[in-house]
């Protein structure tokens, strides 16, 4: 009998290190979910992970014969079966302008992200190590209006964008206090959250030491 068969409640295989799989253990946690979270190691992937997922990826959400094998189909999910609180808006003109930040700062900073941790070409890194420090400082003063990302409440879009900060030490970047001032005390308010420390895997919460 494999991992899943025996559990009665809903499983996510997560990546310990990896931001796609912290976003949704924060919607996770947000919602109170009971859920068991299954940190697998990349190298050694389960049995059961191949059998439930054609991909084989992470992470993956199993809730009873539902299976999801991608990140923000996950926090959708998460966010219609749980609905309370809400992270996405409930006007559709909103949500869609939701839907559109997240598909940017994917586009945008989990693709600059996701280069400087795993690209072995040292200049590639260096200049997107650059322009991702750039783009933070230059997206700072939105954080002066409102007490997260373009929105008063905590949303799915706050949910993708926390991860990416929480590694600026992994990806070696600092944030100058002055010229970032509102995104640093975005940082505080984000990390500060309940739902936010009980997200963090062991490796994310070596990070912050």
Same mark, same amino acid.
């Given at each position: 009998?494999?991992?899943?068969?025996?559990?009665?409640?809903?499983?996510?295989?997560?990546?310990?290190?990896?931001?796609?799989?912290?976003?949704?253990?924060? +919607?996770?946690?947000?919602?109170?979910?009971?859920?068991?979270?299954?940190?697998?190691?990349?190298?050694?992937? %389960? /049995?059961?992970?191949?059998?439930?997922? @054609?991909?084989?990826?992470? %992470?993956? #959400?199993?809730?009873?014969?539902?299976?999801?094998?991608?990140?923000?189909?996950?926090?959708?999910?998460?966010?219609?079966?749980?609905?309370?609180?809400?992270?996405? %808006? +409930?006007?559709?003109?909103? =949500?869609?302008?939701?839907?559109?930040?997240?598909?940017?700062?994917?586009? &945008?900073?989990?693709?600059?992200? &996701?280069?400087?941790?795993?690209?072995? &070409?040292?200049?590639?890194?260096?200049?997107? !190590?650059?322009?991702? !420090? &750039?783009?933070?400082?230059?997206?700072?003063?939105?954080?002066?209006?409102?007490?997260?990302?373009?929105?008063? /409440?905590?949303?799915?879009?706050?949910?993708?964008?926390?991860?990416? #900060?929480? =590694?600026? @030490?992994?990806?070696?970047?600092?944030?100058?206090?002055? *010229?970032?001032?509102?995104?640093?005390?975005?940082?505080?308010?984000?990390?500060?959250?309940?739902?936010? *420390?009980?997200?963090?895997?062991?490796?994310?919460? /070596?990070?912050?030491?």
């Amino acid at each position: 009998m494999g991992v899943v068969a025996k559990r009665s409640s809903m499983t996510f295989f997560s990546d310990g290190a990896n931001h796609y799989s912290h976003r949704v253990r924060i +919607v996770l946690a947000e919602k109170g979910v009971t859920v068991d979270i299954i940190d697998v190691d990349v190298d050694h992937k %389960p /049995e059961d992970l191949a059998e439930l997922n @054609p991909y084989n990826s992470l %992470p993956t #959400l199993v809730d009873r014969d539902l299976v999801l094998y991608q990140s923000n189909v996950m926090m959708e999910y998460l966010d219609e079966r749980f609905p309370h609180p809400p992270l996405l %808006p +409930v006007y559709p003109v909103a =949500r869609a302008e939701s839907r559109l930040f997240i598909y940017r700062i994917e586009r &945008d900073w989990c693709r600059l992200t &996701d280069l400087i941790l795993m690209s072995t &070409d040292s200049d590639g890194v260096t200049q997107a !190590r650059q322009e991702l !420090r &750039d783009s933070l400082i230059a997206t700072s003063p939105i954080f002066s209006e409102k007490d997260y990302f373009m929105s008063e /409440e905590f949303t799915l879009v706050d949910c993708c964008i926390a991860p990416i #900060l929480w =590694r600026l @030490p992994q990806l070696g970047i600092e944030l100058p206090a002055q *010229q970032a001032s509102s995104m640093l005390s975005y940082m505080e308010r984000l990390f500060g959250r309940e739902s936010f *420390q009980e997200s963090l895997s062991e490796t994310e919460r /070596e990070i912050g030491l």
